[in-house]
């Protein structure tokens, strides 16, 4: 009898005990997380981030602007493939190079080079945004094959810098059956 209530004694004490326990690593990892607010370049970045156990993870799809390279994701094998190209853009007026324009109608073509690229892209396409933040098209071109670098230089493109401020111009790539990713910026000053 007396070995019958210290087994009941021992079960219930690890049953209890292992309640408590177990609770104590779910109330920690609660109290361990923390969102966080996420700013690139000044903005907030709508998905904010967490510290967990002191390490900070961000959304790597929320950072593609920022990471300005083709992001895939294998399932499979686990592994997140990020393929940042170096890409490089220049403006030209004429046969001069700028950074800085004066208001109202310019004509100008951009000069894009690509190099380290890793993923296979059939399409690029340029955009040129305002201080007010609309977007207009300068070009979109289908690409042929390519290495893993290139050249490629727009139409000249007339363009009216109604307002002072900073201007982006922006340089697209799409990767074979994909959609266009953001590969590289420039800011254009308008004064």
């Not at 592994?79 to 700028?98: C, E, G, Q, R, S």
């Not at 951009?110 to 207009?136: A, E, Y």
């Not at 401020?165 to 953001?182: F, P, S």
Request: glycine content about 8%.
């Amino acid at each position: 009898m007396k070995c019958k209530k210290i087994a009941a004694l021992v079960l219930l004490g690890s049953i209890i005990g292992g309640t408590y326990v177990s609770s104590i690593p779910q109330a920690h990892a609660q109290s361990g997380s923390e969102r966080i607010e996420v700013q690139v370049n000044g903005s907030s970045v709508s998905d904010a981030g967490v510290i967990i156990d002191g390490k900070t993870y961000l959304s790597v799809r929320e950072l593609q602007d920022t990471i300005q390279g083709f992001i895939y994701w294998d399932a499979a094998n686990k592994k997140l493939y990020i393929d940042k190209p170096n890409v490089h853009m220049m403006t030209f007026k004429d046969k001069n190079m700028f950074g800085k324009v004066q208001t109202g109608k310019t004509t100008f073509s951009v000069h894009v080079q690509v190099d380290d690229l890793k993923s296979k892209v059939d399409g690029i396409r340029l955009s040129i945004v305002d201080p007010n933040g609309k977007s207009t098209d300068i070009e979109q071109s289908k690409l042929s094959a390519q290495e893993d670098n290139f050249w490629f230089r727009s139409k000249d493109f007339s363009y009216d810098f109604k307002s002072k401020g900073k201007y982006t111009v922006n340089c697209y790539l799409k990767q074979q059956n994909g959609d266009y990713t953001l590969v590289s910026k420039k800011t254009l000053d308008a004064i």
